[in-house]
């Protein structure tokens, strides 16, 4: 069957892509369409033609799987087809219900106008894959929107509202009926005349000043840190201004072929198929249907539960805010209110858009009325005995159906179902914070946690937008348990001579937002002493915890809000304080520790191979279940650079060799037990294999 069909309906040939799951522009699609288009031109009945997505979507872009295949270069290449499109003496109307992106867009931007339902979106997100518009986007979408609009949606890879595209001249018209709206519409054109091709329509792109591109550059520099691809769009944008349209466009051909060939892409391509990946579970089969979960309620009012509760409020589930204690309760709710009322200040949500997540999050003081929810989500402080009594109460009050999940960061899931009669129902539902924004959800296995519920969790996780992991029960599960190793480093590195500028510095150029000890300045100390202290007891003999906090606190610096620690504050900006080098160097003194320094190189090696070490010890032990499921982790909820795909892809792009040795070397200095290689990644090294090798290595045994 062809993928795609044609039809003629009232003199309008109708080209339906059918090529699910998102109709990308395969060389199937390319030659549906480039042959429906011929059979349109020579049939005498028709007068326009419109082209359609079969299913839930308009054509959702290049086909990303077909990169680098030969597929992806054989004729009709999209440009090749966008050139009959615009040479079409037949005017073409695109329909867009879903999405519109990338190429898809593209291709929709060379027909002679575009006819939408108001629920669909449009967008250019080539950005988001390290790639730039590569089929005239660049070129054209400026035409349309002006520049300034074109630059921040081609550079973020935002998707636009069909109302919003309309008001910005991307989309003509929206319709309830998308099929006979946009054959009258094509008709009409047929009739009336068609508008000039977008890539003759020249006056928004005339006479710009560069000084906007310039602009543009400055104010973004910092948030692009690292990445190549938002720089290049600038540069192909700026030259539909002042380059012809064809010597723009060869420009935009050169560009997007460097981009193509760049690492970034390869590991952004890797993080988008990461991310779909995760959502698969092999012992999952597919046959297990996800619960529907309509009511959830979330037991907690901190900063926790509430951004949890608006997670799903913001994604239309109705949830309930339960805590027992009536004024934290208040205060719970004066922080959601007051989260939206940001919002809206910001121009993000709408009044209405407030109203109605506001009003779709009740809250409650107790357990009576629970006999309606779905799913119940616990986000109260780590205490063991409470979260036991909460979850036997939880089994009393919701109906037999109910997942009950909890917030836990680090406490065992089986202990906690165990206060259950349901623990198949029981499964870890770690959020990051602020909830509400954070991507990240770990969702986390017990060891009676049933297929059913994981599917429950990773399609809900889905449903409101976060990226889901599943990690099994450990200390830590994936992303914590490997974050120690990276804050812990930092420290051994500064008492062994580093500064924390030199740190901090390393790993923000490397495209962390902020480095480790700028982090612990910000996140405060008073509380880490405290968690410390409960971990140091559990380390085993041959590790020592490196004491600076303690240090750091006990001489009253204790981050940020303190105006010091390991740097001083003047407002916001932090500058180095040589009255913490000091207590730095005396902490090193007392430990008889030798300073010395240290290289760029070896800090960056130093603060990131040993996560890429620690992750691989959980495929070992199955606590993740690839290694790209770590990179979403680490990717969603500790801002690890997405441009290098997360921390397991890019251990192997620099070669797991190197971080096997930096493990060697940590381990020696630090205690084998935990900072020692993991046994696969010496079994990888030795045989010169990667990720993909690792299920079959660890099935055998290592
Ligand atoms: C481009 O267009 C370059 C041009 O400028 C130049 C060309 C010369 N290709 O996300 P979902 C698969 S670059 C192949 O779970 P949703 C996806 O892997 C492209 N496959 O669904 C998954 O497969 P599976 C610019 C694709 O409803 C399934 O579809 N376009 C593609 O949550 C469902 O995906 C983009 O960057 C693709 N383009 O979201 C758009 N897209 O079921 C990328 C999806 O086996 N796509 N798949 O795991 C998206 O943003 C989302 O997928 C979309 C649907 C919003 C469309």
């Known amino acids: 069957m062809s993928a795609v069909e044609y039809a003629v309906e009232n003199e309008v040939a109708v080209l339906t892509v059918a090529y699910p799951p998102v109709n990308a522009l395969s060389l199937a699609v390319r030659t549906g369409l480039a042959e429906g288009l011929a059979r349109a031109l020579a049939d005498s009945g028709v007068k326009a033609v419109v082209v359609i997505g079969g299913g839930s979507t308009f054509i959702a872009g290049a086909d990303i799987s077909e990169f680098g295949t030969p597929n992806s270069a054989a004729e009709p290449r999209l440009q090749t087809l966008q050139a009959q499109f615009e040479a079409s003496p037949k005017p073409i109307v695109a329909a867009i219900h879903g999405t519109a992106l990338g190429g898809g867009l593209e291709l929709a931007l060379t027909a002679h106008a575009r006819v939408a339902v108001a629920s669909a979106k449009v967008g250019l997100p080539e950005v988001k894959l390290g790639l730039l518009p590569g089929a005239g986007g660049t070129i054209r979408l400026p035409r349309l929107t002006g520049v300034e609009v074109a630059l921040e949606a081609v550079t973020t890879g935002r998707h636009l509202g069909a109302v919003e595209a309309e008001r910005l001249g991307v989309i003509d018209a929206i319709v309830d009926d998308l099929r006979a ?6 008709l009409k054109l047929a009739t009336d005349g068609a508008p000039a091709p977008v890539r003759d329509r020249n006056d928004k792109v005339s006479g710009v000043d560069p000084k906007v591109f310039d602009d543009f550059r400055a104010k973004n520099r910092k948030k692009w840190r690292g990445q190549i691809a938002p720089a290049r769009i600038v540069d192909v944008i700026e030259a539909a201004t002042n380059r012809s349209f064809d010597e723009a466009k060869a420009y935009e051909n050169q560009a997007f072929g460097e981009l193509m060939a760049s690492d970034q892409r390869k ?35 901190g900063l926790m539960g509430g951004g949890i509760a608006m997670s799903f409020a913001n994604a239309g589930i109705a949830v309930k805010l339960l805590d027992v204690n009536a004024e934290a309760l208040e205060r719970g709710m004066a922080a959601v209110r007051k989260t939206y009322e940001t919002s809206l200040s910001r121009g993000s949500i709408s009044q209405a858009q407030m109203d109605e997540r506001l009003g779709r999050i009740q809250p409650i003081g107790g357990y009576d009325d629970l006999g309606d929810v779905d799913m119940a989500i616990e986000a109260v402080f780590e205490d063991m005995a409470l979260k036991q009594e909460i979850f036997a109460l939880l089994d009393k009050a919701t109906p037999p159906h109910a997942i009950l999940g909890t917030n836990t960061s680090s406490l065992d899931i089986d202990q906690i179902a165990s206060a259950t009669s349901r623990p198949d129902k029981v499964i870890g539902a770690h959020f990051f914070s602020p909830a509400n924004v954070m991507k990240l959800l770990e969702a986390v296995r017990g060891s009676q946690t049933s297929a059913e519920t994981i599917a429950t969790v990773m399609a809900l996780g889905k449903q409101i937008g976060k990226a889901p992991v599943l990690a099994g029960n450990c200390d830590g599960f994936i992303g914590n348990r490997m974050l120690q190793y990276y804050t812990v480093n930092a420290e051994y590195m500064l008492e062994r001579g580093a500064t924390p500028e030199q740190i901090d510095r390393v790993a923000e150029a490397f495209g962390m937002a902020m480095g480790p000890l700028a982090m612990r300045d910000l996140a405060g100390m008073a509380q880490a002493v405290n968690v410390r202290a409960v971990r140091k007891k559990t380390l085993p003999v041959d590790e020592r915890m490196p004491e600076l906090v303690e240090r750091m606190v006990e001489a009253g610096r204790i981050g940020q809000r303190s105006g010091s620690g390991f740097y001083r504050y003047e407002g916001r900006d932090r500058l180095p304080d040589p009255e913490a080098i000091a207590i730095i160097t005396a902490e090193a003194q007392r430990q008889g520790i030798e300073q010395r320094t240290f290289t760029d190189e070896e800090i960056l090696a130093r603060l990131f191979h040993p996560l890429v070490n620690e992750g691989a010890k959980e495929l070992e032990e199955g606590i993740a279940i690839r290694a790209s499921d770590i990179d979403v982790a680490w990717v969603n909820g500790y801002g690890f650079p997405i441009h290098t795909g997360g921390p397991m892809f890019w251990g192997e792009q620099i070669g797991l060799d190197k971080v096997l040795e930096t493990a060697r070397v940590l381990g020696a200095e630090n205690g084998q037990t935990r900072w020692g290689p993991s046994k696969l990644l010496e079994r990888l090294v030795a045989e010169g294999k990667g990720w993909k090798d690792a299920p079959a290595l660890i099935a055998q045994g290592l």
């Open 181 to 186: 709206g946009s054959v009258a519409y094509a």
């Open 267 to 301: 590991a952004l391509i890797h993080y988008f198929f990461a991310e779909r990946e995760a959502r698969k579970i092999p012992d999952v089969p597919a046959e297990v249907k996800p619960l529907p979960v309509r009511k959830v309620v979330v037991i907690g009012s």
